[in-house]
């Protein structure tokens, strides 16, 4: 199997650093995180030059038929750079959509705005009692005489204060569906707030709030699955650039701290551990390299497998790179003052979002032939 990337791809991927490098320097990122928005405009109509956001709509809405590895080679740049812009949020939204019959005329309008970089979306994952249970779902649905109305509530809904639309599960007459709620419906009230990486979130609560519902009957449980997967995938891509640009802070740093004189850099031992560290990196971009190309999988538990099994192991990464960066960064790995603790702070929610390295054990231990290999 070739997981190097296509010309194409990687001329993104370059396009998009350069970039980044230029306009998205770290200073830069701060600047925007302490805004009350705590996104730029400027910066995600930048992206929407770059066709990032037009990348995952379907051809016949305006967009390129961006497949996993070309969101890979574009969440590893946004995660490598610490974006704090809501595209992971959009490109969800994208999924869901697509899933849910991106020939239906409402699905295929909203993408056609979404491709035009006219509208943002979030997906509401998370419920406050739930864990990371994805089907443990309060928030319930009624049919009404012109659509369906929500009651429930939504928490840290990444970048839901700065979407225009929601998708939002509930569970009608017993079973999971799913809906998109406009920002402006009735009987909706948003929290919003920053997290401790920079990132922004927000509390969704519904009261009788108008939806449409995303697809028919076939639209459910399965679907709502496989969209949690694609989320998953997507932040294990991010965290490999934040990875790799962990460890290449911690190597410059080392090269400049002195110690007896000399650059600690030279002591073995850290040698040693910043060796561990890069091991660690390219284990877990080998494993999320193999979700890519699992998630299109006709199996289902070969989805799962493989998502489950890149979480894992980009969670393991993450935190060993980042406590190893910390302490070879000294009392300055947990400064504001330097990018690297930030990075860590960023590492760190990805690894507790959309299930924990317990919770994607469990999972991958859980799917079928797991025993029968194991014994």
Not at 18 to 31: M, S
Not at 189 to 209: E, H, N, P
């Amino acid at each position: 199997m070739d997981f190097n990337f296509t010309e194409e791809q990687q001329q993104l991927s370059d396009a998009l650093r350069r970039y980044l490098d230029k306009n998205y320097g770290f200073e830069a990122r701060q600047a925007i995180v302490k805004t009350p928005e705590g996104v730029s405009a400027v910066h995600w109509n930048a992206f929407v030059e770059l066709g990032l956001t037009a990348l995952p709509v379907p051809s016949a809405q305006g967009g390129f038929d961006g497949t996993p590895f070309d969101m890979l080679a574009v969440m590893q740049q946004l995660g490598r750079a610490l974006v704090v812009e809501p595209y992971w949020a959009t490109a969800v939204g994208v999924e869901a959509l697509r899933l849910a019959g991106d020939t239906h005329a409402d699905n295929a309008k909203l993408l056609e705005r979404v491709a035009a970089g006219e509208v943002r979306l979030a997906v509401a994952f998370h419920e406050p009692d739930a864990r990371y249970d994805l089907f443990l779902l309060a928030t319930t649905a009624k049919e009404t005489g012109d659509g369906y109305s929500l009651t429930g509530t939504k928490s840290v809904v990444q970048h839901g204060a700065q979407a225009d639309y929601w998708i939002v599960p509930a569970r009608l007459a017993g079973e999971v569906a799913l809906f998109v709620v406009a920002r402006g419906a009735n009987g909706v009230d948003v929290g919003d707030y920053r997290t401790i990486d920079g990132q922004r979130a927000a509390t969704l609560k519904f009261t009788d709030a108008h939806a449409r519902r995303l697809g028919g009957e076939s639209v459910g449980a399965a679907t709502w699955e496989r969209i949690a997967d694609y989320a998953t995938f997507l932040l294990c891509a991010e965290a490999l650039g934040a990875i790799d640009a962990l460890t290449s802070a911690t190597v410059e740093y080392t090269k400049t701290r002195q110690q007896f004189g000399v650059p600690i850099a030279r002591f073995q031992a850290l040698q040693h551990r910043m060796a561990d560290m890069l091991i660690h990196a390219e284990q877990a971009r080998s494993i999320t390299y193999l979700a890519a190309a699992r998630y299109s999988s006709e199996s289902p538990d070969e989805r799962r497998r493989a998502i489950s099994a890149a979480k894992v192991r980009v969670g393991q990464a993450a935190r060993y790179v980042g406590q190893q960066a910390v302490q070879l960064h000294g009392g300055m790995g947990v400064t504001n003052e330097v990018a690297a603790a930030h990075l860590f702070k960023r590492l760190a929610i990805i690894e507790t979002t959309l299930g924990d390295v317990d919770h994607h054990l469990e999972r991958f231990t859980a799917l079928p032939g797991f025993a029968q290999a194991a014994a």
